[in-house]
C-alpha cells in the first residue's frame, strides 16, 4: 500500500482533470459558444484579478503575524514572497508541496524550519476554516440556501477543530518529538525543536483576517460576472455577499477533496452549482447554465493566471536575514559543509 498510493493519488487527479475537462470540452462544443461572441470586458477582468491577489496577501498577512507572534521575526517581503511562490504549489497533487515550499524559502530568511512548517499550516486551517463559516453564515443570511449552508458548517468542523489550541498545540508537540526522533537517527547530536504555543486569541484573530481576504475573492467574482455576462450586473452588498459564500464554499470544497490539485474540477462544480440560479436571476431568458460555465472557467483562468504574474514579481524581492538573531539556516548549511584545506 505504501508504493502504491502515490499512483493511485496521481491517477484519481488525473482522472477528475480528464473527467472534467471532458465535460467542459462537450460544453464547449456547443455551435452555440461559437455563433454568439462573448465581448469580454478586459477592465473588469483585470480589476477581478488585482482584486484576487489583494485577496490572498491577507492570508500573507494573518502568516506574517502568527510568525510574529511565537517568537520569529521575518522580513515582511520575505513572507510575502513565500507565500505566493508556495501558494503555486497546490497545482501539483497533494497538499504539502505548498507547505513544503513556503518552509524552505523562509528558512533562507533566518526563519526555522519546523516554526515555519507549523505556523504555514496553521494558516491554511485556518484561511479554510473562515471561508467555511462565512460562507455558512452568509448563506444563511443572504441566501436562505439550508442546504449549502449545512454543508459549510459541517466543512467548518472538519477543518476548525484542529485549529483549537487544545488539539493543535498537542499534535505539533507530537509532530515535533517524531522529527526529532528521526534527526537524531543520522546526528546524535540533533536539538529537538521546541514549537510554541499557539493561544485562542491568534485563532480569533486569524479568522478576522482572513475573512476579509475572501470577501475580496468574492469581490473578484463578482467582477468576472460583471465582465462575461451579456448584460450588466447590477451591484449591491446582498449580491456581493452571496458571491462571497459561492467563492468560499467552493474553494473550500476543492481543498478538502485532497487528491484534486488545486481543487480543479471540485471547486468548479461546486461553483457551476451556485452560479447557475444566480446568474437565472441576474439575466432572465439567458441560458443560464452555459453562462455559469463560462464564468467558471474564465475564473480558473483569470486567477491562475494573476498567481503567475505574481510569483514572478515576488520571485525577485530581495531576501534579508530577522533582525531578531535566529540562526541562518542556509548560512548555517554552507559553513558545516564548507571545510579548511590542511597546512602543507
Known amino acids: 500500500m505504501k508504493h502504491w498510493w502515490p499512483i493511485a493519488k496521481a491517477l484519481i487527479a488525473l482522472a477528475i482533470v480528464v473527467g472534467v475537462g471532458w465535460r467542459f470540452a462537450g460544453i464547449l462544443r456547443r455551435p452555440e459558444l ?3 461572441p462573448l465581448n469580454p470586458r478586459y477592465d473588469w477582468l483585470t480589476a477581478g484579478g488585482f482584486i484576487y491577489i489583494l485577496g490572498l496577501g491577507f492570508s500573507a498577512l494573518f502568516w506574517y503575524r502568527l510568525l510574529a507572534a511565537v517568537g520569529e521575526r521575518p522580513w515582511l517581503l520575505a513572507t510575502v514572497r513565500a507565500y505566493y511562490i508556495g501558494h503555486s504549489g497546490k497545482y501539483v497533487p497533494g497538499k504539502a508541496w505548498g507547505l513544503l515550499l513556503r518552509t524552505g524559502l523562509l528558512a533562507s530568511s533566518g526563519v526555522r524550519p519546523g516554526i515555519a512548517a507549523m505556523t504555514a499550516t496553521y494558516e491554511t486551517l485556518t484561511t479554510m476554516a473562515s471561508g ?6 452568509l448563506l444563511a443570511l443572504v441566501s436562505l440556501d439550508t442546504t449549502a449552508s449545512w454543508w459549510s458548517f459541517g466543512l467548518f468542523a472538519l477543518a476548525g477543530l484542529p485549529l483549537l489550541p487544545m488539539f493543535f498545540n498537542p499534535l505539533m508537540k507530537l509532530i515535533a518529538g517524531l522529527a526529532g526522533r528521526a534527526a537524531r537517527r543520522f546526528d546524535r547530536n540533533a536539538v529537538a525543536v521546541v514549537l510554541p504555543p499557539v493561544r485562542l486569541l491568534t485563532l480569533l484573530g486569524g479568522l478576522a483576517i482572513t475573512a476579509c481576504g475572501w470577501a475580496l475573492l468574492g469581490l473578484s467574482l463578482l467582477t468576472v460576472l460583471q465582465a462575461m455576462l451579456p448584460v450588466p450586473t447590477p451591484w449591491s ?13 467552493a474553494w473550500v470544497g476543492g481543498f478538502m477533496f485532497i487528491p484534486s490539485p488545486g481543487g480543479m474540477g471540485v471547486r468548479e462544480a461546486i461553483l457551476e452549482q451556485m ?4 446568474i437565472r436571476r441576474l439575466a432572465p431568458g439567458e441560458d443560464a447554465s452555459f453562462w455559469a460555465v463560462i464564468v467558471v472557467l474564465v475564473l480558473r483562468l483569470l486567477w491562475t493566471l494573476a498567481e503567475i504574474i505574481m510569483v514572478l514579481l515576488v520571485a525577485w524581492l530581495p531576501i534579508r536575514n530577522q533582525e531578531s538573531g535566529v540562526r541562518n539556516q542556509e548560512s548555517e548549511f ?6 579548511t584545506p590542511p597546512d602543507s
Do not use: G, K
Open 334 to 339: 554552507i559553513a558545516s559543509t564548507t571545510t
Open 34 to 36: 461559437w455563433e454568439r
Open 132 to 137: 467555511a463559516l462565512v460562507a455558512a453564515v
Open 275 to 278: 452560479l447557475t440560479p444566480e
Open 237 to 249: 452588498a446582498e449580491l456581493w455577499a452571496r458571491c462571497t459564500a459561492y467563492a468560499a464554499l
